[in-house]
């Protein structure tokens, strides 16, 4: 089993739709991570959090520690925030990224 | 802005030749990284530095070597190339520490597309 599983692994929506892509993981963690990917490979940090939640434009991202668990929301989608949305976890005391292996989400207009 | 640039964005080969892929990033982080990306498998860590001359292998070392002499540069080396390392590479940086690593946000080069023939 991975230390990261996402949720779904595929999605697709209608322009304006609420979407979350959830991220539970099995270790304990000093940062998780959510990072974006468009076609042709460029991958762009997110959010890097570790408690809570924090915003940016339309994108949210929320952590629960307790729960080990993390989603990504998007408001109002848009067909430019298709993307693979891609979580990793930073260990406790470790020295690199845990990756999981990815939401596809298109978004259609 | 940090840029991470690497040296070609595709790049093909044949079997047995010796690859270099370099990186350089422009915003003096200390921490460097490079990965793998494959279908169905992630991200996967192929090996870091936390410093100028340190190197620490990750998940999947075997077949790859790096070098890092100067703190803007990370290369990554394929001795022997094999059909099974064809992929996309990607490489990163951090702000990270000097000597440790860190959990910080990691910015992305635009990846290279190597395949071996």
């Known amino acids: 089993k991975n230390e990261v599983e996402q949720s779904p692994q595929n999605l697709t929506a209608q322009e304006g739709e609420f979407i979350t892509i959830n991220c539970s993981y099995s270790?304990?963690?000093?940062?998780l991570h959510w990072l974006q990917q468009h076609p042709g490979g460029g991958i762009v940090s997110l959010f890097m959090?570790?408690?809570g939640k924090k915003k940016h434009g339309r994108l949210i991202a929320t952590i629960n520690i307790q729960e080990k668990h993390s989603s990504l929301h998007i408001t109002a989608s848009h067909p430019r925030d298709s993307a693979v949305y891609i979580c990793?976890?930073?260990?406790?005391?470790?020295?690199?990224?845990?990756f999981g292996e990815g939401t596809q989400l298109t978004v259609n207009p | 802005d940090v840029k991470v640039t690497q040296s070609s964005r595709y790049l093909v080969k044949r079997t047995g030749e010796k690859v270099f892929l370099e990186c350089v990033q422009d915003m003096d982080h200390e921490n460097m990284f490079w990965y793998r990306q494959d279908p169905g498998l992630g991200l996967r860590l192929i090996y870091f530095?936390?410093?100028?001359?340190?190197?620490e292998k990750g998940d999947i070392p075997e077949g790859y070597s790096v070098s890092r002499e100067k703190k803007e540069r990370f290369s990554l080396i394929l001795e022997s190339a094999s059909t099974n390392q064809t992929s996309m590479y990607l490489c990163?940086?951090?702000?990270?520490?000097?000597?440790?690593?860190?959990?910080?946000?990691?910015?992305f080069g635009p990846g290279t597309r190597l395949t071996v023939l």
């Open positions: 959090l570790s408690s």
């Open positions: 530095s936390y410093d100028v001359k340190m190197k």
């Open positions: 270790v304990g963690i000093s940062a």
């Open positions: 990793a976890v930073w260990k406790g005391g470790g020295s690199r990224l845990t």
């Open positions: 990163a940086s951090s702000l990270g520490l000097a000597g440790a690593p860190r959990a910080d946000t990691q910015y």
